[in-house]
Nanobody, 123 residues
Framework: QVQLVESGGGLVQAGGSLRLSCAAS????????MGWFRQAPGKEREFVAA????????YYAGSVKGRFTISRDSARNTVYLQMNSLKPEDTAVYYC????????????????WGQGTQVSVSS
């Protein structure tokens, strides 16, 4: 089992920044992928970003590319999502997820999920 705990959400004005953290414990995938997804009210959960534990591969959704940066600290088993230039449409619950796959950008690729952290961006 893998446990994922997100933190760092909150309320911020448009143009502001937040950094989300996801601490992983239990059985981690040294060769797998960690991802961030988000779900806005009334919408499907969507892919935001992913990074392999090796750090060699990073993927972003087009809507966040250039504004968000995903990174990981393997020693701490923690993944981060730095979010800059936030927009009201970024408002959602953000979820951290873990996959045993080397490439994972679909919701169905992921085996474990955190409880989510709310990000709200005011205009």
């Amino acid at each position: 089992q893998v446990q994922l705990v997100e933190s760092g959400g909150g309320l911020v004005q448009a143009g502001g920044s937040l950094r989300l953290s996801c601490a992983a414990s239990g059985r981690t995938f040294s060769s797998g992928t960690m991802g961030w997804f988000r779900q806005a009210p009334g919408k499907e959960r969507e892919f935001v970003a992913a990074i392999t534990w090796s750090g060699g591969e990073i993927y972003y959704a087009g809507s966040v590319k250039g504004r968000f940066t995903i990174s990981r600290d393997s020693a701490r088993n923690t993944v981060y999502l730095q979010m800059n230039s936030l927009k009201p449409e970024d408002t959602a619950v953000y979820y951290c997820a873990a996959s045993s796959r080397r490439v994972a950008v679909r919701r169905s690729d992921y085996d474990y999920w955190g409880q989510g952290t709310q990000v709200s961006v005011s205009s």
